[in-house]
């Protein structure tokens, strides 16, 4: 069962509050913040689909409360809808151009206020399924290379803000373009999404698997030391053996293997996600022509090598 999207109600007064949340509880989790200080604090840290925002309230009102919430990261693309007992066309105005989603006038009528609700919560629920598909790889449904570049840009910055590690392996098949010229692409497919679905098997919780490109893999891991790292990569590699996947081509024979390119990295300012990337991709290219089937890591010292078969 889908769990229920969530509704943030920000408003001072009590009775209000609890009026909204009756209206809507039956559909929705419902949160309260009797405060835009305190509305912000729960927009940042619970993520909610939508806000409600009263624009009449002491301290902070309504107007200042979205601007700060348009101008965190954190909650600037949370939709807001203003409830709000002003009735005259200059406020609404000011509230849609600052990007409000509706702009709901007191007193509420029960019926209008469910059904916008509703209606912008499926919406939002259309925008993300467009935004997940939009991040997945049709044929092995693994995050794709757009998917990667978000999540290495937010847990790029995350490791440099906390001074944490990070690790990042490169995966190629082995001899996939014979593989293909003896098989064909419909059975090569089918090599992709068991492949695939080891590495997802073996990474699970720890960290993101994408398909890059091709039969190029990437493994993504947020705060993994290289020596944990390593093994996953060991792990991806026997995993991938064991499907015995095997072939023969002219004078070439075998089953599938994976290459596996690494690195490990505590990033401070200045340093490029970019660069570490090319880093593994680098060890990469270098255990394909040394041989494949094996693993090579880059060292801090950027010089040296570990080698792993």
Request: hydrophobic share 40%.
């Amino acid at each position: 069962m889908a769990a229920k999207q969530s509704v943030l109600v920000i408003d001072d007064e009590k009775i209000n509050l609890k009026i909204i949340g009756d209206i809507l509880n039956d559909d929705v989790c419902i949160m309260m913040a009797k405060s835009g200080e305190q509305g912000i604090r729960k927009a940042i840290e619970y993520q909610p689909d939508l806000i409600l925002l009263d624009v009449l309230m002491p301290e902070m009102d309504g107007f200042e409360t979205m601007t700060r919430l348009r101008h965190d990261a954190r909650t600037s693309a949370i939709p807001v809808i203003f409830v709000t007992a002003l009735n005259d066309s200059s406020h609404e105005e000011k509230a849609l151009l600052m990007g409000a989603s509706d702009y709901i006038q007191k007193p509420l009528h029960t019926n209008i206020v469910q059904a916008r609700v509703r209606l912008h919560l499926q919406l939002i629920k259309q925008r993300k399924m467009l935004e997940e598909l939009a991040n997945i790889d049709p044929l092995t449904s693994l995050a794709n290379r757009r998917k990667y570049q978000d999540v290495i840009a937010h847990e790029w910055q995350a490791a440099i803000l906390n001074q944490d590690c990070i690790s990042l392996l490169v995966i190629d098949i082995d001899n996939f373009k014979q593989y293909n010229d003896c098989y064909g692409h419909a059975t090569g497919d089918k090599v992709l999404q068991q492949v695939a679905a080891v590495l997802a098997h073996q990474v699970s919780d720890k960290g993101l698997v994408a398909r890059y490109g091709g039969e190029e893999f990437v493994i993504l891991l947020p705060q993994h030391s290289r020596e944990i790292a390593i093994d996953v990569a060991r792990r991806c590699m026997q995993g991938v053996e064991a499907l015995n996947l095997a072939y023969s081509h002219e004078d070439f024979s075998g089953k599938v293997t994976v290459s596996v390119g690494g690195s490990t990295k505590s990033p401070s300012l200045g340093c490029k996600s970019d660069d570490f990337f090319d880093a593994a991709d680098d060890m990469l290219g270098f255990a394909k022509k040394s041989g494949k089937n094996r693993i090579l890591w880059k060292l801090p010292n950027d010089q040296q090598v570990v080698v792993v078969e």
